[in-house]
C-alpha cells in the first residue's frame, strides 16, 4: 500500500526536551511538508523541501528544525526553543510539480507534561 | 502575502439537505485551488482540486467552483448524509513556488439524521 506514516501516533515532551516525529513516504514523492494544526485554526507551514537534502523555512519554522538525508523520510525536531509546542503535527508529500495535491499523513499529537 | 478565509466557521444541517461552504482568498493568482476532508484527530484527504483553467470540478456529490476574478469558492455538497460530517478546508497556493498552501480555518459540519 502507498501511503505517509506517521509517528508516534502521540508524543509527550517534558520542560527542556527534543523530541522528534516521524514522516516515511512510500509514494515516490521529491517534495514533503510540514504543518502544525492548532485547535480551531487552520494548518501553517513550519519546513518544506522539495528535494533530498535541500529544505526551506516555512511560516513558523522557528524552535523546529528538519533533515532530508533520503527522498523517502522528513523528520521533523521540536527542540527546546519552541516554547508552546502543543499541536497536531501534520506531514505531507506531493510530485514536485505545483500542480498536484499534496497527500497527508495521519498526524502526531504532541503533548507538553 | 496568501490569506484564506472560511465561512460559515460551522454549519448544522437535518440529514438530506443541500449545503454550501464558501472560501475566499487575497491573492488571485493562483494556479489552482483545493478543498479537503479532515475527520477528528485524522489527517487530510483531498476532496477536490480545480486547476486555475476550470471553473467547476466534480466528484459524486461533491461540486466545487472557482472564480480567481472575486477571489471566492464555493464546496456544493447535495443530499448530505450523516457521514459527510467532517471539518472542510480550503487551500490555495502562496507565491513563490514550491507548491506552498495556505489553509483556510476550517468549517465543521454536522449532519443530522
Known amino acids: 500500500d502507498g501511503g505517509i506514516t506517521q509517528s508516534p501516533k502521540y508524543l509527550f515532551r517534558k520542560e527542556g526536551q527534543n523530541v522528534t516525529l516521524s514522516c516515511e513516504q512510500n509514494l515516490n514523492h521529491d517534495a514533503m511538508y510540514w504543518y502544525r494544526q492548532d485547535p480551531g485554526q487552520g494548518l501553517r507551514l513550519i519546513y518544506y523541501?522539495?528535494?533530498?537534502?535541500?529544505?526551506q523555512k516555512g511560516d513558523i519554522a522557528e524552535g523546529y528544525s528538519v533533515s532530508r538525508e533520503k527522498k523517502e523520510s522528513f523528520p521533523l525536531t521540536v527542540t527546546s526553543a519552541q516554547k508552546n509546542p502543543t499541536a497536531f503535527y501534520l506531514c505531507a508529500s506531493s510530485p514536485r510539480t505545483s500542480r498536484e495535491t499534496q497527500y497527508f499523513g495521519p498526524g502526531t499529537r504532541l503533548l507538553v507534561l | 502575502k496568501q490569506e484564506v478565509t472560511q465561512i460559515p466557521a460551522a454549519l448544522s444541517v437535518p440529514e438530506g439537505e443541500n449545503l454550501v461552504l464558501n472560501c475566499s482568498f487575497t491573492d488571485s493568482a493562483i494556479y489552482n485551488l483545493q478543498w479537503f476532508r479532515q475527520d477528528p484527530g485524522k489527517g487530510l484527504t483531498s476532496l477536490l482540486l480545480?486547476?486555475?483553467?476550470?471553473r467547476e470540478q466534480t466528484s459524486g456529490r461533491l461540486n466545487a467552483s472557482l472564480d480567481k476574478s472575486s477571489g471566492r469558492s464555493t464546496l456544493y455538497i447535495a443530499a448530505s448524509q450523516p457521514g459527510d460530517s467532517a471539518t472542510y478546508l480550503c487551500a490555495a497556493p502562496q507565491r513563490g513556488g514550491g507548491n506552498k498552501l495556505v489553509f483556510g480555518a476550517g468549517t465543521i459540519l454536522r449532519v443530522k439524521s
Open positions: 480545480i486547476q486555475s483553467s476550470q
Open positions: 523541501s522539495q528535494i533530498v537534502n535541500d529544505f
